[in-house]
């Protein structure tokens, strides 16, 4: 490995941080406090972007902050799944940034300084969790996330919220704890937390107790994936501003969750021993039990974000289910989904945002005829839905044919079964919205008119960017190469 010296991880992780604080001294100045949340995200996607000629080139910056003990270190280091992970966040917080300022404005938020604030020390966090190089600055990092997230998830204050929030904290704190008992239990085997491509326990395979580290895994990073049965707080934390259920809930927490799995299966287990001690086929279950139940849970959801919310628990899934399948091209998939999917859902967050800010209205049940008053957002919304049930040129058929091939190529055509079923069961519950939206008539006589600018354009960035996404799949940010780049170093000397 082609590893070299560099202050750049550490900056990008920083960048937040500064902005945290600057946003806290401004916090009676606006306008200054917005210019701050906007310029950090803007020079934090800077950074991360600046590195992605050196890893495309095999030169991985790495620096070293602090070392504890003999294979313990809080250290940075940026591979090519972690950049796949970092681009996408940074990219899309640029673009949240402004539509936060937009719903913010107009529902005339109380404790902004406090959201904008906790919003930058998540974007920290994430950024943490994608470089990390081993797997203590991991869990010290998505530990970060799970507490600075709580005061986004309770940032209305009411009983529902605090209630929201307390579940919140009891689900991913749980998950936290077997978390740090996973760690525990991976350093004495190993003697090492350094993340190594293609895992540094796949000699162990005859030691005992190595299906016990895989269940502590299970659960710590389960929680964060919204794994049923381990779901039940994402729905409910919907209760969240809009701009925090589209960054936080669809991009960055439950992504730490299911990039920690990928983590897992290809960096700490391995895929030989993953394979060998049956994990594969545990996680595979779980993965396709999830995409199915929560698929005809979001039929019975009236509340868009609810629904939105379910839909997300099925998606995380499809990650899941590539990763344990094994199979180098269903890794493509699932690691391509890792930034399909969350491109395609934040602009649906942002659609449900911008006619909630506009009209008041949650519930799909009173959404008729309002694609006729808000064509543009709900034309972004349809653009999003056609593209995670997976209908081309939309991204998520990028991601979802590699899915399928890989379930094919893993000699497990009954997952490909589920994948082909789930995209029937998305369809159905994503298409009465838009069938409401722009074929029946509304009752009331109320007119609305799109929302505020600073809404309107980032949803129609995000839904052409699934679009770019869709018909360039290594357009621009080089996903896929990085995608393909990371399969090869998992994968090297293991056939399947």
């Known amino acids: 490995m082609n590893t070299f010296t560099s202050i750049l991880p550490l900056i990008a992780v920083l960048i937040p941080v500064l902005a945290a604080v600057l946003i806290l001294i401004f916090s009676r100045r606006q306008n200054i406090r917005e210019f701050w949340t906007i310029a950090a995200s803007v020079a934090m996607f800077g950074v991360i972007f600046t590195m992605l000629p050196d890893v495309l080139g095999g030169k991985f910056p790495h620096i070293d902050l602090l070392n504890i003990a003999p294979g313990i270190s809080l250290s940075f280091h940026v591979d090519t799944v972690g950049l796949i992970f970092g681009l996408s966040a940074s990219l899309l917080w640029i673009i949240t940034s402004f539509y936060s300022i937009g719903y913010m404005r107009s529902l005339a938020e109380h404790k902004q300084t406090r959201y904008y604030t906790m919003f930058a020390l998540c974007l920290t966090s994430t950024i943490g969790i ?17 507490i600075a997230t709580y005061p986004l998830v309770i940032h209305k204050e009411t009983p529902a919220a605090m209630s929201a929030g307390r579940k919140y904290l009891a689900y991913l704190l749980t998950g936290g704890l077997a978390l740090i008992a996973a760690t525990a239990l991976t350093y004495y085997y190993a003697g090492s937390l350094d993340f190594t491509a293609g895992g540094f326990l796949s000699n162990l395979t005859g030691q005992p107790n190595l299906m016990l580290l895989f269940v502590l895994f299970l659960v710590g990073f389960g929680m964060k994936s919204a794994l049923i049965p381990l779901h039940s707080w994402l729905p409910t934390a919907m209760i969240a501003p809009t701009p925090v259920s589209a960054l936080l809930h669809a991009v960055a927490v439950v992504k730490a969750g299911v990039f920690g799995g990928i983590r897992v299966v290809g960096f700490i287990f391995g895929p030989a021993l993953f394979h060998n001690i049956g994990a594969w086929q545990i996680l595979a279950i779980m993965a396709a039990i999830t995409i199915i139940v929560s ?4 039929f019975y959801q009236d509340n868009l974000k609810r ?5 997300t ?6 990650i899941l289910l590539g990763i344990s399948l094994l199979s180098p091209i269903s890794w493509t998939g699932s690691l391509i989904h890792l ?16 006619v909630y ?8 049940s009173e959404l008729n005829g309002i694609g006729k008053q808000m064509p543009i957002t709900m034309g972004a919304f349809t653009l999003a839905a056609i593209g ?13 044919w590699y899915l399928g091939e890989g379930a094919i190529n893993a000699g497990q055509p009954v997952y490909l079964g589920v994948l082909l079923l789930s995209g029937l069961l998305n369809a159905g519950y994503f298409f009465p919205v838009i069938r409401r939206a722009f074929f029946m008539s509304s009752e009331k006589r109320t007119r609305f008119s799109e929302a505020s600018m600073f809404m309107v354009v980032p949803l129609v960035i995000t839904a052409l960017l699934s679009l770019f996404l869709g018909l360039l799949p290594d357009g621009l940010f080089h996903f896929f190469q990085l995608a393909g780049d990371t399969v090869a170093s998992v994968f090297s000397g293991v056939i399947r």
């Open 130 to 146: 994608a470089f990390s190089a081993n797997l203590l600055t991991f869990v010290l990092f998505y530990e970060i996330l799970t």
């Open 295 to 298: 698929s005809l849970l979001a």
């Open 307 to 311: 629904r939105l919310a379910y839909s």
């Open 313 to 318: 628990v099925g998606h995380l899934s499809y």
């Open 339 to 354: 930034v399909n999917h969350a491109t395609l859902k934040i602009t649906l967050f942002f659609c449900a945002g911008a």
């Open 357 to 364: 800010a506009k009209t008041h209205v949650e519930n799909i």
């Open 388 to 400: 995670l049930v997976g209908i081309p040129p939309l991204n998520g058929f990028v991601s979802k």
